[in-house]
């Protein structure tokens, strides 16, 4: 069973950065994707970033394009997701996700997700 255990949420001041990371364990998918997805409260899930096996596709939610910088370590098993400019909107819990395929998919079609981990953005 594929597990996925984040880490590095918190709080910070708008315009300011945090690093998250996911370290997966019980499975990689050689021919899919990890990435994040985030739900503020009282939204739905959306797609942050994902970033293929091989590192050669990687997508961007609109609302983070520019600002956030998906990555994997397939050594370790581990994507991370650099966040810079981070503004009071980016308030969410940021789940780590796994999936077959490297399109983006909605929610209802991730395979595994993680536990979540908070990130604030306030001053």
């Known amino acids: 069973q594929v597990q996925l255990v984040e880490s590095g949420g918190g709080l910070v001041q708008p315009g300011g950065s945090l690093r998250l990371s996911c370290a997966a364990s019980g499975g990689v998918f050689n021919s899919g994707s990890m990435g994040w997805f985030r739900q503020a409260r009282e939204e739905e899930r959306e797609f942050v970033a994902s970033?293929?096996?091989?590192?050669?596709?990687?997508w961007y939610g609109d609302s983070v394009k520019g600002r956030f910088i998906i990555s994997r370590d397939n050594a370790n098993n581990t994507v991370y997701l650099q966040m810079n400019s981070l503004k009071p909107e980016d308030t969410a819990i940021y789940y780590c996700v796994q999936y077959l395929g490297i399109a983006i998919i909605p929610a209802d079609r991730v395979d595994y997700w993680g536990q979540g981990t908070q990130v604030t953005v306030s001053p």
């Open positions: 970033i293929s096996y091989t590192g050669f596709t990687i």
